[in-house]
C-alpha cells in the first residue's frame, strides 16, 4: 500500500486499475472557503482521473453529491430529476462542479468507451468526521458535549435524510462492482427535520441545552430525500443503520476524541 499526497488539479501518472474519486470537501463551509479551488478540483480533477483511467483502461467512480439537484422542487428525488440548481450562488463552486464533473464522466463513456460510475451521495455522517468538519451532525454532537448551545439555522424546518457511513461504504463498493455506470442515488430515505435532529442528539447527551436559531444561509435546500429505488432494484441495496443507533455510535467517537 502506498499513499500519495497529491492535489487532483495537477496531472498525474499511475499504473491502477480501479480508481476511486472522492476528492472535493463536501462541507458547505468548507468548499466554500475557496470556491475558485473547489469548482477547479471538480472540472480539472475529474478531467485529470477520467484522464488516468482511460490511460490504464481503469473503471472510475466519482463522488457526485445531492447537490447535483440544487434546491429540489420534487420529492424524493429520483435520478432523472434534472433539478433546480442556482449557478451563481455561494452553493455553486460545489453544485455546478459535481454536474460538469458528471458530464465529463458521460462524456468520457460516450466518445472513450470509459467505465464510468456515478454515485450521487446525500448526506452522510459518522465516526472519523473532523471536529470542525462543519455539517450538522458533527456540529450538533459537538456542541452538545462541550455543553455549548446547539446553533440552528433558520428555524430548523428544512429537512434532510441521513446515512451512516458504514451503510454508504457499502453501497459505493457494490456500485463499484456492479455493471451500471448510474447515475445512482445513495443515502437514506428516511427524512427528518433540523429541529427533530437537534432535539434528538440534546435528548442523548443533555436535555437542557439551549438551541440558538440563526439566520439560514443562502441557497440552503428546504428538503431533501432521494428516491433510492434504483440502488434497491439493481444492487440489492439499502441503509440498514437506524438514524439514532448512528448517532449513538457518532457520539461514543466524538467523547473519546474530546476526552
Ligand atoms: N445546519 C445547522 N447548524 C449547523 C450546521 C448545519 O442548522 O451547525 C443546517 C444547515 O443550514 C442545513 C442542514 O443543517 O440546513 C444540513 O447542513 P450540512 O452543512 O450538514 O449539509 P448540507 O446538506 O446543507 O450540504
Redesign the pocket.
Known sequence: FELINHDVIKPIYLEVDKIWHLACP????HYQLNPIKTAKTSFLGTHNMLGLARKNKARIFLASS??IYGDPLMHPQPEDYKGNVNNIGIRSCYNEGKRIAETLCFDYKRIHGSEIRVARIF?TYGPRMLLDD????S??IV?ALRGNPI????D?S?T?SFCYVKDLINGIYKFMNSDISGPLNLGSSIECT?LEL?KQITKKINPKLELLFKP??DD??KR?NPDIRRAKEILDWEPSVQLSDGIDYTISYFRNLLI
Do not use: H, M, T
Not at 26 to 29: A, R, T
Open positions: 463536501g462541507s458547505p463551509i445531492s447537490e448526506n462543519g455539517r450538522v451532525i456540529n450538533f456542541q446553533i440552528i439555522y433558520g430548523g428544512q434532510r433540523i437537534a439560514l444561509p440552503d435546500p431533501r
